[in-house]
Every structure is written in structure tokens, then in C-alpha cells.
């Protein structure tokens, strides 16, 4: 367990050392300040325009990172060689997978916080008050960022299945090729009814049972619902946090199942 948390650690050094680093997370927060003179199309809308669009922003601030940063951070090992100093030491190679997992997690939870922050002081400028205000209104809604950060709990719970992806294809594949393959998958497992409704049939059993594996990523947006001041118990995030599991877990086996057979060199 301390060999995998001082990789975590080493991975989260790696990727907060990259300055693509500090370029998306200055553009990311700079969209979320953006967002807010950004609705002149929104019909009387626009509150809940400046909040949709900033929760999405947080969510592809936090999916870009994850891509550019754990498909970098995992091919650099192989790339300058530095996996035969990891390996000469006592360490397992499912030690390894897991280490890098975690620090792009880590890495993740970073970045979701700081622009989390953003979000909250954005709407507190334009707005001139706090986001953890009680709604007005007889239903006594509760407070907007108590809603919003339930939502960005699940946008990390699906985001950690992104993770894992990544770690899995950047063993299989070039650093590109698994970017691209875990973009898809992201934006597949977001289609409406989730992969298998749409899928052609003439796509026949083989194409239906591989989108079937597709992670049905809707399950993890409910900027609507926390919007309109009616978010998520406690019980949704559970069974969010249960399914992100799972996922994680049946990605990041075979993950170790590759490396193990992989010929380090």
C-alpha cells in the first residue's frame, strides 16, 4: 500500500509539473467566468443557462485533463525508460497500475475543486450573493451549491471510469489512440438510452453486446434536476459511487493483466 501511494504521489508530481497543466486550468476557469456574459440568447433563462454551462465546463475541464494528463503521464514511463527504475525496485506491477490510477484521480480531484471554486465565486459576482443561500420560496429549496456539489461528486464517479480507461488503452495503444478511444467511449456513454438504442441493427449481436459494455455515463448527469433545485439524495450518490466502482475495477484488471504480460524493456 505505501508503494502504491508514493507512485500516486509521483504521478500527481508528473502531472502537476506539465504546464498543459496550468494552460487548461487557466482556460477552463476562465470559460466559467465567461459563462456568465454568455447569455444574451437565454429568453429569461439565463440563471439557469450560467449554471448548466458552468457545470459542463467543470466536467470537460476535469475529462481534458484526464485524457492529455494520464495519457502522458502513463507513455512517459515507457517513452523515457523510467518503468525499469520503478521495476528494479520491489514493486508489483499491479502496485504500478494502481499508483497511476490514483494520481491521475488525485490529479482529478484538484482540478475539480479549484474549478468547483471558480463556479461558486462566479456565481456569487453575477449574481451578488452566495451560491449557499437558501432558495426563496415557500419549498425552501435547498441551497444551489449544496445541489452542485452533489452533481460534481458524480461528474468525478464517472470521470474515474475515464481514468481507469485511459490507464487501460495507454498500455494497449499509443498515447493519441488511447485519448481517442476514451473520448469516445466518454461521449457513446453519454448518448441518450445509452449505446445499445441507437446501434444499428444490422450491426448485429456482436456490435450490440460491445456497445452493451459501454459505461451508461447519463446515470452520472443531473445538472436538470439540481438546476431546477431538486438534486440527488444521498442513496443516488451511493449506487453512482457503487456503478464508478465497478467500472473502475473491471477496466483496471485487465489493465494489470496487461502489464504483466507486457515485455518491459
Known amino acids: 500500500m505505501i508503494r502504491t501511494l508514493s507512485i500516486a504521489l509521483s ?25 456568465g456574459q454568455l447569455t444574451c440568447f437565454g429568453l429569461g433563462r439565463e440563471g439557469e443557462m450560467v449554471r448548466e454551462m458552468g457545470l459542463a465546463t467543470i466536467t470537460m475541464g ?45 490529479t482529478l480531484a484538484v482540478v475539480t475543486v479549484i474549478l468547483t471554486a471558480m463556479f461558486f465565486c462566479m456565481l456569487w459576482l453575477r449574481e451578488g450573493h452566495s451560491p449557499f443561500l437558501r432558495g426563496e420560496g415557500p419549498d425552501g429549496l435547498e441551497p444551489f451549491a449544496f445541489g452542485a456539489m452533489k452533481a460534481v461528486l458524480l461528474i468525478v464517479f464517472e470521470l474515474s471510469m475515464v481514468a481507469a480507461l485511459v490507464v487501460f488503452t495507454t498500455l494497449l495503444t ?44 447519463e446515470f452520472f448527469r443531473v445538472t436538470q434536476i439540481v438546476i431546477e433545485g431538486h438534486p440527488p439524495g444521498w ?31
Not at 515507457?78 to 499491479?94: A, D, H, Y
Not at 489512440?177 to 476514451?182: G, K, P
Not at 450518490?237 to 515485455?263: D, S
Open 62 to 106: 476535469g475529462l481534458f485533463l484526464v485524457l492529455v494528463s494520464g495519457t502522458g503521464t502513463v507513455a512517459a514511463e515507457f517513452r523515457t525508460g523510467s518503468i525499469l527504475t520503478v521495476m528494479s525496485k520491489p514493486v508489483r506491477r499491479n502496485e504500478l497500475v494502481l499508483g497511476k490510477f490514483l494520481g491521475i484521480m488525485l
Open 235 to 265: 442513496g443516488y450518490l451511493l449506487l453512482g459511487l457503487a456503478y464508478a466502482a465497478t467500472g473502475t475495477a473491471i477496466l483496471l484488471l485487465p489493465a494489470i493483466l496487461v502489464l504483466k504480460r507486457r515485455e518491459i524493456r
Open 174 to 217: 499509443s498515447r493519441p489512440a488511447a485519448a481517442v478511444i476514451s473520448f469516445a467511449a466518454f461521449t457513446l456513454g453519454h448518448l441518450s438510452g445509452g449505446p445499445a438504442a441507437w446501434l444499428p441493427v444490422q450491426a448485429g449481436w456482436a456490435g450490440r453486446v460491445a456497445a452493451s459494455l459501454l459505461p451508461k455515463l
Open 11 to 35: 504521478t500527481f508530481r508528473d502531472c502537476t509539473r506539465d504546464a498543459v497543466f496550468y494552460v487548461a486550468l487557466a482556460v477552463f476557469s476562465g470559460l466559467i467566468f465567461l459563462t
